[in-house]
């Protein structure tokens, strides 16, 4: 299988995976009131719109050379690494916004059995979404 088609699956893949896990680690989150896992839930949104940006790059990466680009579009993988770059910078300083905050002002988090059993599936799943991607 060439490397397109390899990035494309996995990112969709990625995808997939990370918006079942947003949708978990958000429901969790707010539930038990827990900053750390809520920005887990955007953490894995940020990972499912990095796999958009990475599949919209390598397909107009892929584009054939024509005349104003000879030497074709390969260098668009750059310019969306920076963009994916930018995402996670956006993440981290809003983590940091909601996290210093709460430092402060520290709000009790209510775990129960079956908080913590989702948050290790979470866990687990990324894990095996690490492993399949590497």
Do not use: Q
Not at 34 to 42: N, R
């Amino acid at each position: 299988m060439d490397r397109d088609k390899i990035i494309v699956r996995t990112s969709v893949i990625g995808i997939l995976v990370n918006l079942v896990l947003v949708a978990f680690n958000a429901t969790i989150g707010i539930m038990v009131n827990s900053i750390a896992i809520t920005l887990d839930a955007v953490n894995n949104l940020t990972d499912a719109l990095s796999s958009i940006i990475t599949i919209i790059g390598t397909k107009l990466a892929g584009k054939a050379p024509d005349k104003d680009h000879p030497y074709g579009y390969g260098r668009i993988e750059y310019f969306s690494s920076i963009i994916i770059a930018v995402i996670v910078l956006l993440a981290g300083i809003t983590a940091l916004e909601e996290s210093v905050p709460k430092i402060f002002n520290p709000v009790l988090a209510d775990y129960t059995f079956v908080s913590i059993f989702i948050i290790a599936v979470a866990v687990v799943v990324k894990f095996f979404l690490g492993r399949y991607v590497k």
